[in-house]
């Protein structure tokens, strides 16, 4: 780097970003958002319609088979 260069970057007052904006990066979970938002929204749908999944887990995991919840194609639309 030139020495004009550094010399004129410590004396202006205002030090402001990069002129220039980078293109955002698409993270790990990226090709996954489709299928985020379909789960939240499944989610909040039986939430809406009464069912305490946590407690469903916690009686299936006391070992009662009948505790998990097994919707059909029809119970969702």
Known sequence: ?????????????VQDGPKYRRKA????LTP???TLKQAREID???EEM????A???AVASAG?????F??????TL
């Open 25 to 28: 990066n698409p993270t790990q």
């Open 55 to 57: 407690a469903l887990d």
């Open 32 to 34: 996954f958002h489709e």
């Open 44 to 46: 909040a749908w039986r």
């Open 1 to 13: 780097m030139s020495c004009n260069t550094i010399q004129k970057y410590l004396n202006t007052e």
């Open 50 to 53: 009464g069912f305490d999944q």
């Open 64 to 68: 009662f088979s009948n505790g998990t």
């Open 70 to 75: 097994e919707e059909t194609i029809e119970e």
